[in-house]
Each structure stands twice: as structure tokens, then as C-alpha cells.
């Protein structure tokens, strides 16, 4: 019973890990067709983290009456419960930016930082499956760290001047947001890996 209660954890999350993947790409791409796909995904991460409290409060019943050591099934809920906040700061953030959004200095960093983003929520996935994923060849810290530089570099040259205190704004609460999401991307990434190696 552990072991399938450990299993059903592990699936459900990864499931919620890869729907938040797909949320970060259609914020990467843009577009109205893209906008559309972020509600319907925002849906299905409540409905898939609703199933994981479940399976996670049924693990904890059945590790108090049987033998076997689980997975923190608790940490894992907290950390991805988090994680949906924070791609639903970047969602609120990126909402409405249009073309000062993606002005020349941010517009790759920022594309790049969310692909990042959920190229590291597959990996996460693959873990939560059992199934390891090789190390990114760019780390989040990366990305976040790259589009730090091109917004100090937009302040540095002057062309943050003629952007609007809303438009600036927009663009340092994405900054802000990514920061935070790297954190818990980082606890997600080790939690998920007390599911690697189990059957």
C-alpha cells in the first residue's frame, strides 16, 4: 500500500509539474491563441493539485498503520502549490504587456528564462516518474541571471526612459517573480528526487 500510495504522489505531481511546463511555453510564445491556452491549463493545475492533496492524505493514513518509509508527499504539495503561484505571478506580470513587454533589451532574456522554467519542471517531472532526466544544459539561475543583466542594461543606456512607470513596472515584477520562481524550482527539484529510484 505504500508503495502504490508512493506512486500515485509521484504521478500526480509529475502530471501538475508538466501542466505547468505547458503554461510557461504559452507564455513564452504570446499570441492571442496562447492566452486562451494558459486559462484552460490554469484549470487542470487546481484539478490535478485537488487529486494530489487527496493521494497525499491517504498516504498519510496508510504510513500510520503499515510499515515503509514514504516520499514527503506534504513537501512535495507545498512546493508545487507554490511553484502555481509563482507561474501565476509571471502570468499576471506578462498579462497585457504587449509590444513594451517584449522591448528589445528583455524580450529573448525573458523567452528564454520561461523555457528554461519548464524545461526544469520536465526534468522535475521525469524524476516524480521514476525516470531521471540528464542535467540541463542551462540552469534557471542562468536564464533569471541573463535577464537581470539585459534590464540593468536597458537602465545603463538610457532606454528605460521611454518606457512608462507601468511599462517599467511590468518589466521589474517579471524580474521579481522569476527570482522567486527559481527558488522553489530549486526545492522542487529536490524534493522530487526522493521519487527517483523507487519502484
Request: proline share 3%.
Amino acid at each position: 500500500m505504500p508503495a502504490r500510495a508512493s506512486r500515485s504522489i509521484g504521478k500526480t505531481g509529475a502530471e501538475v509539474a508538466r501542466l505547468l511546463a505547458r503554461q510557461l511555453d504559452a507564455l513564452a510564445a504570446g499570441g492571442e491563441a496562447s492566452q486562451a491556452d494558459l486559462g484552460r491549463l490554469a484549470g487542470r493545475v487546481r484539478e490535478s493539485l485537488r487529486d494530489l492533496a487527496e493521494f497525499v492524505d491517504q498516504a498519510g493514513h496508510e504510513q500510520r498503520v503499515r510499515l515503509g518509509q514514504l516520499p514527503d508527499g506534504q513537501r512535495l504539495l507545498r512546493t508545487l502549490r507554490r511553484i502555481r503561484h509563482d507561474v501565476d505571478m509571471l502570468r499576471r506580470a506578462a498579462r497585457g504587456g504587449g509590444s513594451d513587454l517584449l522591448h528589445d533589451h528583455v524580450a529573448g532574456p525573458w523567452r528564454q528564462a520561461a523555457l528554461c522554467g519548464a524545461a526544469t519542471l520536465r526534468r522535475m517531472a521525469r524524476c516524480l516518474d521514476n525516470d531521471p532526466a540528464p542535467e540541463a544544459t542551462e540552469t534557471l539561475a542562468e536564464a533569471v541571471g541573463a535577464y537581470r543583466a539585459a534590464v540593468d542594461e536597458m537602465r545603463g543606456d538610457g532606454s528605460a526612459q521611454s518606457l512608462t512607470t507601468e511599462e517599467l513596472g511590468r518589466i521589474f515584477n517579471l524580474g521579481f517573480a522569476l527570482e522567486q520562481f527559481r527558488r522553489d524550482l530549486d526545492d522542487g527539484i529536490e524534493v522530487s528526487a526522493e521519487f527517483c529510484g523507487r519502484a
